[in-house]
Every structure is written in C-alpha cells, then in structure tokens.
C-alpha cells in the first residue's frame, strides 16, 4: 500500500494543478501600476544631422530648431507604460505620476476619471475593472502623442 500513495499523492497534485488557472479567475486580482507622464528627448548638431523640419500637428510634439551652436531637439510626450493589461474583475489602482511637463489634462472615458496631472505631483484613480476592451488614456494638451491603452481582458 505504501507503493501506490506516491501515486495517488501525484495524481492529486496534478488535479489541483489543472483547477489553478479557473481558481485565478475566480477571484479579482488587485492590480497596482505606476503610470508616468514622461518626454523623451533627442538631439543632434546641424554638423552631424540636418535639421529635420516640421513635425505633424499636436501638443505632443516638440522641435526646437538649432541654436547659436547649431544644437536642435526634439521631444515629445508618452504615458509610460503605453498599455495596460488587467482582467475583468480586478481592482485596479492607477498611480500617475508628473514627471515631464507642466500640466496634464487626463480622462479615462470609460470609467468617468477626470484629472489634472501636474509635474512632481501624484494622482491616484482607483475602479473595478468592469468593462471588457481596449479604452483609452489620453491627455488632451499633448495629442496625438500622449495616449495609453487600457486593455480589460473579459472573464474566461
């Protein structure tokens, strides 16, 4: 009888393994993601690189023509991270923080957040991820640049 329970024992862990990925979903995760309002910048001298021109349209965009030394940059300003993953369900707390610029007008439409984010401040949002799909994050001063993606995986 002793050679038989290794057996057993193995075929027990191995059903409660197959039960693990539906356990997960039946319980809501809380998720916690920092968001960061940033601008990352480039640069070059018109010795090395020419001078590039315009940019497309919108506040997201920065393009500072060359100077008395001939130094040009360009910028432009991001949500970091660019998507977001959570599941339906999950308690979620976004936590934007200014790290560039000096003020943000954000929205999250789909779950009625409106906020203003300003540089070396924290804004928290919190909400239960109730609504499957991919809904957007956007500031409305730096368009079409600063955007980000909240994707709600629906339940299995």
């Not at 315009?54 to 910028?75: F, H, M, Q």
């Amino acid at each position: 009888m002793t050679a038989a329970r290794p057996h057993v024992l193995a075929a027990l862990a191995l059903s409660a393994l197959a039960l693990l990925p539906a356990t997960r979903q039946a319980f809501a995760a809380d998720r916690h993601i920092f968001v960061t309002a940033v601008e990352p910048k480039g640069g070059a001298n018109v010795e090395k690189e020419p001078f590039p021109g315009a940019l497309p349209e919108g506040g997201g965009y920065v393009l500072k023509k060359p100077n008395d030394e001939g130094r040009w940059e360009v910028a432009v300003y991001v949500f970091e991270p660019r998507q977001i993953f959570v599941d339906e369900g999950d308690n979620v707390t976004l936590e934007f923080v200014g790290i560039n610029g000096a003020s943000h007008p954000i929205t999250i439409d789909a779950y009625g957040q409106t906020f203003e984010l300003k540089r070396g401040h924290v804004n928290k949002v919190e909400f239960t991820a109730d609504k499957p799909g991919r809904h957007s994050i956007v500031c409305s001063a730096h368009l079409p640049t600063m955007t980000s993606e909240l994707i709600v995986a629906p339940k299995k």
